[in-house]
């Protein structure tokens, strides 16, 4: 979920009920990009301290929407940078989470 403001967080709420903070929103420019602040280590754990970035950029395209997203700064993971950078590609990284938005907007 994201809280629609800049500010906003970016959390996910469990079946159980908890929540887990990803992040922040850094901007919003409607209806074209979304800019997020992430705060998930390379572990997959939140890390407050630890700031990458998550450009979302939406087009129209063919009838139907495209989705682009490009993390930045994963250089910040240090020692785990290339751990993080295959991590968020993986089929459980941002291609999980598109097709989980996909769904949830009736694509």
């Known amino acids: ?8 967080r970016w959390y996910e709420v469990s079946e159980d009920g908890s929540t887990c903070e990803w992040g922040r929103g850094l901007a919003q420019e409607p209806p074209e990009r979304l800019l ?6 390379a572990a997959w754990k939140c890390a407050p301290d630890l700031v990458t ?23 910040r993971f240090g020692a785990k940078a290339a751990t ?3 991590k968020v590609g993986s089929d ?3 291609p999980l989470i598109l097709g989980l938005y996909a769904e949830g907007v009736g694509a």
């Open 1 to 8: 979920m994201l809280e629609p403001r800049a500010g906003g």
């Open 36 to 41: 997020l602040a992430w705060q998930i280590d």
């Open 53 to 75: 970035e998550v450009d979302v950029l939406f087009k129209a395209e063919g009838g139907g929407m495209r989705v682009e997203v490009e993390p930045r700064n994963l250089k």
């Open 84 to 86: 993080g950078a295959d």
């Open 92 to 94: 459980g990284g941002w």
